[in-house]
């Protein structure tokens, strides 16, 4: 299993600003991924971050808009930038852990983003 | 691109009834997983059917996948209002490496 929390778990944020949000996990993951889920919506994935390497992004969603870092295998941050109205949606990051034939997916508990 | 489509949106039952929810992809899936979110809470893994015809069962929930690894379906028998929250299944296709595709989710409502 594995353990993870965010940073922060909610904000407020003005129009035009960014935000960083952190993600720890407390064991080391190849697979970490970061989700968006609008309230009473189902999760849109927004990149896969790679340890080392750049993240991929999923259609739709670019680097200028929601750069990621990933310096070590327990740890990634996704900054949301220059942030509009319709950024306004919770933010989820999920590790996958391999347990025998089954890739079980932990999500954090989510970071709700209001931006005004 | 890959598409999974969960039907109904909502459901609405009386403490006791029974609930099913289903889960249909557009492409065939190499394993679907299945994740319950309770009101303000994150997703939680229920469950993983990889074969083809294959159910498993967990206490009141019982799980199928589809023979053609298309579609899914998730019973719960008498609800309780325990089980309330979104259901969503989440497919992973075949040749489309560790992405998991969502479903838009249904949400059980369970009336005491």
């Known amino acids: 299993s594995a353990v993870i929390s965010q940073k922060p778990s909610r904000d407020i944020c003005q129009r035009g600003t960014s935000l960083t949000i952190q993600c720890q996990v407390d064991?080391?993951?190849?697979?970490m991924f970061w989700y968006r889920q609008q309230p009473g919506q189902s999760l849109t994935l927004i990149a896969t971050?790679?340890?080392?390497?750049?993240?991929?992004?999923e259609s739709g969603f670019v680097i200028d808009k929601f750069p990621i870092s990933r310096p070590n295998l327990t740890f990634s941050t996704l900054t949301v930038s220059n942030m509009s109205p319709e950024d306004s949606s919770i933010y989820l990051c999920s590790v996958e852990v391999p347990s025998g034939s089954i890739d079980e997916q932990f999500f954090g508990p989510g970071t709700r983003l209001t931006v005004l | 691109g890959q598409q999974v489509m969960q039907i109904p949106q909502y459901q609405h039952v009386q403490e006791g009834e029974d609930f099913t929810t289903y889960c249909n992809s557009s492409t065939t899936l190499s394993n679907i997983q299945w994740y319950k979110q309770r009101p303000g809470g994150h997703p939680v893994f229920l469950i993983q059917l990889v074969k083809s015809g294959e159910v498993k069962k967990q206490k009141r929930l019982t799980f199928q996948f589809g023979e053609a690894k298309k579609n899914s379906s998730l019973h719960i028998t008498a609800t309780q209002t325990t089980d309330v929250g979104t259901y969503f299944c989440?497919?992973?296709?075949?040749?489309?490496?560790?992405?998991?595709?969502f479903g838009g989710g249904t949400r059980l409502m369970v009336k005491p």
């Open positions: 971050a790679n340890q080392g390497s750049e993240a991929t992004y």
């Open positions: 989440a497919g992973r296709a075949q040749n489309a490496g560790n992405m998991l595709t």
């Open positions: 064991s080391q993951v190849t697979m």
